[in-house]
């Protein structure tokens, strides 16, 4: 509550419990006030599986031909958790071209994404495959079942 008291701007904050309205006096009417509650216990809330389980999910994948781009996103959420970054550009699988020459669309066989995972020490090179539109609702669908933990029970 926001009130006037001897010409200065007093804020005091109560609880529900605690709030009693003020006197009808002109010296402490409020001049403002407002209702909010403190956020619950995020433990009802999803949690995202440990990065460990999204490794592990990215490396079974490598070998399923049909899950390529599930597998790209994923590995576009590994970035923006930060376990994986984005590789500086260089060779191509497939196109056989060194850093530095230059290459038109048919001297390479796929778009690359190389990315490094510095607690492996690894890089990776995967196909760059959006999925569409209703395959992007699928995998969506799919990776909040895989990665998210229920922590409401």
Avoid: H
């Amino acid at each position: 509550m926001l009130s006037s008291s001897n010409g200065e701007v007093v804020r005091s904050d109560y609880s529900q419990d605690a709030w009693r309205p003020p006197a009808a006096d002109a010296d402490t009417a409020p001049v403002a006030w407002w209702r909010s509650r403190m956020p619950t216990d995020d433990a009802s809330k999803p949690k995202l599986a440990p990065n460990d389980v999204l490794l592990s999910l990215f490396d079974q994948w490598a070998d399923e031909p049909a899950r390529r781009d599930s597998r790209y996103v994923l590995a576009l959420l590994l970035i923006r958790r930060r376990v994986f970054r984005i590789a500086e550009a260089g060779m191509s699988l497939g196109d056989g071209s060194a850093e530095g020459e230059s290459t038109t669309a048919s001297d390479s066989l796929d778009d690359l994404l190389r990315v490094e995972c510095p607690s492996r020490d690894e890089t990776y090179e995967l196909q760059v495959t959006p999925p569409g539109p209703d395959r992007a609702a699928i995998i969506q669908a799919e990776l909040n079942e895989l990665l998210y933990a229920d922590t409401s029970q």
